[in-house]
């Protein structure tokens, strides 16, 4: 990796772990515009079947409480996941790119 | 716009996640012959700033609030929806496994609407009010029916993919008995043409940033001198693969 692409990847990553510290303080508790929507057109949907159980559910880490620390942990953590696994994708994409060009 | 387990009744879900399977197949085809290693942390990057800021709702009036999805971002940045449809699905499926945002049942109509929806419409809403083109001199001109004004271009083609997402949303909503058409579209595109205005807001800023601190990586500077208004995302590749 080139020292440009390593600077792009450590500032983006501190600007997206920044947000996810602040976002805990900042960010709105208000329902977002679909859940509004449910609420005034159909509150009865809003129950969750329980398909799923999310391990930080509601972005908390649970072990954490219900405190800010828990949404900061939880923002970081995934913001660690969506770095790596959208890196390892595409990586993925582009090395099966290469072998196709050998191999062809 | 995430939604959840039981707004749509499983049938229908599973239509959804039909469509959006293929769609991220055309998706990967998509990045097999366009990612580059010099592209690769650029979306990586993306994904992690998009996964922090969807998470970040701000308030918007009559009691609601919501966030950016940034499809039109990722589309205009790469010049193609399908790099947009990559990067949203996979912060969906992160956000639903993970996180609970966003049902497992109804990911595919999320991937439909913000991925597949605000990629594609946010990219050639973009490219209808401002169509760039290498000139033969080298310099970025534009041409559409905003002529030079890319960043009104960039934040009017934001606006209009959130909105017309949630327009979707709601059509499927109606679609499922959840929400009448008419309020349902009434409320979400409401709410959505609010929020629209800071997706459009964050989107300028994010494009403005990197064509300041990295234009290289912006697929329009890459464009091949040519005096047709054809964009090439061939030449681009090579021009990526080569540098």
Same mark, same amino acid.
């Given at each position: 990796?080139?020292?440009?692409?390593?600077?792009?990847?450590?500032?983006?990553?501190?600007?997206?772990?920044?947000?996810?510290?602040?976002?805990?303080?900042?960010?709105?508790?208000?329902? !977002? &515009?679909?859940? /509004?929507?449910?609420?005034? $057109?159909?509150? =009865? %949907?809003? #129950?969750?079947?329980?398909?799923?159980?999310?391990?930080?559910?509601?972005?908390?880490?649970?072990?954490?409480? !219900? &405190?800010?620390? /828990?949404?900061?942990?939880? $923002?970081?953590? =995934? %913001?660690? #996941?969506?770095?790596?696994?959208?890196?390892?994708?595409?990586?993925?994409?582009?090395?099966?790119?290469?072998? !196709?060009?050998?191999?062809? | 716009?995430?939604?959840?387990?039981?707004?749509?009744?499983?049938?229908?879900?599973?239509?959804?996640?039909?469509?959006?399977?293929?769609?991220?197949?055309?998706?990967?085809?998509?990045?097999?012959?366009?990612?580059?290693?010099?592209?690769?942390?650029?979306?990586?990057?993306?994904?992690?700033?998009?996964?922090?800021?969807?998470?970040?709702?701000?308030?918007?009036?009559?009691?609601?609030?919501?966030?950016?999805?940034?499809?039109?971002?990722?589309?205009?940045?790469?010049?193609?929806?399908?790099?947009?449809?990559?990067?949203?699905?996979?912060?969906?499926?992160?956000?639903?496994?993970?996180?609970?945002?966003?049902?497992?049942?109804?990911?595919?109509?999320?991937?439909?609407?913000?991925?597949?929806?605000?990629?594609?419409?946010?990219?050639?809403?973009?490219?209808?009010?401002?169509?760039?083109?290498?000139?033969?001199?080298?310099?970025?001109?534009?041409?559409?029916?905003?002529?030079?004004?890319?960043?009104?271009?960039?934040?009017?083609?934001?606006?209009?993919?959130?909105?017309?997402?949630?327009?979707?949303?709601?059509?499927?909503?109606?679609?499922?008995?959840?929400?009448?058409?008419?309020?349902?579209?009434?409320?979400?595109?409401?709410?959505?043409?609010?929020?629209?205005?800071?997706?459009?807001?964050?989107?300028?800023?994010?494009?403005?940033?990197?064509?300041?601190?990295?234009?290289?990586?912006?697929?329009?500077?890459?464009?091949?001198?040519?005096?047709?208004?054809?964009?090439?995302?061939?030449?681009?590749?090579?021009?990526?693969?080569?540098?």
């Amino acid at each position: 990796m080139t020292p440009k692409n390593r600077n792009l990847l450590i500032g983006g990553l501190i600007i997206a772990l920044i947000i996810g510290v602040l976002s805990p303080f900042i960010a709105s508790t208000n329902p !977002d &515009g679909l859940d /509004a929507s449910a609420e005034h $057109l159909n509150p =009865g %949907v809003m #129950i969750n079947p329980g398909y799923w159980h999310a391990p930080f559910d509601n972005y908390q880490v649970p072990q954490l409480g !219900d &405190g800010p620390l /828990a949404g900061i942990a939880a $923002l970081l953590i =995934g %913001v660690i #996941i969506a770095l790596v696994f959208v890196g390892i994708v595409t990586l993925v994409l582009r090395r099966r790119d290469n072998t !196709d060009n050998t191999e062809s | 716009m995430h939604i959840p387990d039981g707004f749509i009744p499983l049938g229908q879900c599973a239509i959804y996640w039909v469509i959006a399977i293929i769609a991220l197949i055309f998706a990967f085809r998509w990045g097999r012959k366009n990612l580059s290693e010099k592209t690769i942390p650029l979306m990586a990057v993306l994904a992690a700033g998009i996964f922090a800021i969807m998470s970040m709702n701000i308030p918007v009036p009559f009691g609601s609030s919501g966030h950016m999805v940034g499809a039109a971002m990722v589309a205009i940045i790469f010049m193609s929806p399908w790099a947009a449809v990559i990067v949203i699905a996979l912060v969906l499926m992160i956000q639903g496994l993970f996180f609970g945002d966003g049902g497992i049942t109804t990911m595919g109509a999320n991937i439909i609407n913000m991925g597949i929806c605000g990629g594609f419409v946010g990219y050639y809403s973009w490219r209808a009010l401002y169509k760039p083109k290498m000139g033969s001199d080298g310099v970025l001109k534009g041409s559409g029916i905003l002529g030079k004004r890319k960043w009104w271009a960039i934040g009017i083609a934001s606006w209009v993919a959130i909105f017309l997402a949630a327009v979707l949303a709601a059509l499927e909503m109606a679609l499922a008995g959840t929400f009448p058409l008419g309020l349902g579209l009434l409320y979400m595109g409401g709410f959505h043409a609010m929020i629209g205005i800071f997706e459009a807001i964050i989107t300028v800023i994010v494009v403005a940033s990197l064509e300041k601190v990295r234009p290289d990586l912006l697929a329009w500077n890459n464009l091949k001198r040519s005096q047709t208004d054809d964009i090439n995302l061939n030449q681009w590749r090579l021009l990526q693969n080569d540098s």
